[in-house]
Nanobody, 126 residues
Framework: VQLQASGGGLVQPGGSLRLSCAAS????????IVWLRQAPGKEREGVSC???????????YYKEFAKGRFTISRDSARNTVYLQMNRLKPEDTAIYYC?????????????????WGQGTLVTVSS
């Protein structure tokens, strides 16, 4: 099962984008979902992770550069996970991917687990 990231595009510095992560044949609520990104010439890095919805509380985690600017959320009815990105900077330019991480929670190193797919390109430029 692939996850499909969408919502990327060209935006000016300071602007906003909302990325979506959807899947068919997989109930995203049952999995932690990570957003990762890969900038040109750089290694892929984690951005944010949201815990599965089955627990009493949903936990959200962010890398330092994303704190205060990015928000991860779920829409169970749409089987979709979002990444709202505000106050975008040129250094946020990258291909953004969503994936299930290797673990069943948001612990450890965020990387591709069993399910992931093509990313969506975000370009922040004036």
């Amino acid at each position: 099962v692939q996850l499909q990231a969408s919502g990327g595009g060209l935006v000016q510095p300071g602007g906003s984008l909302r990325l979506s992560c959807a899947a068919s044949g997989l109930t995203l609520d049952n999995y932690p979902i990570v957003w990762l990104r890969q900038a040109p010439g750089k290694e892929r890095e984690g951005v944010s992770c949201i815990s599965p919805s089955g627990g009493l509380q949903i936990y959200k985690y962010y890398k330092e550069f994303a704190k205060g600017r990015f928000t991860i959320s779920r829409d169970s009815a749409r089987n979709t996970v979002y990444l709202q990105m505000n106050r975008l900077k040129p250094e946020d330019t990258a291909i953004y991917y969503c994936a299930t991480p290797p673990r069943s929670d948001c612990g450890g190193t965020w990387s591709f687990g069993d399910h992931w797919g093509q990313g969506t390109l975000v370009t922040v430029s004036s």
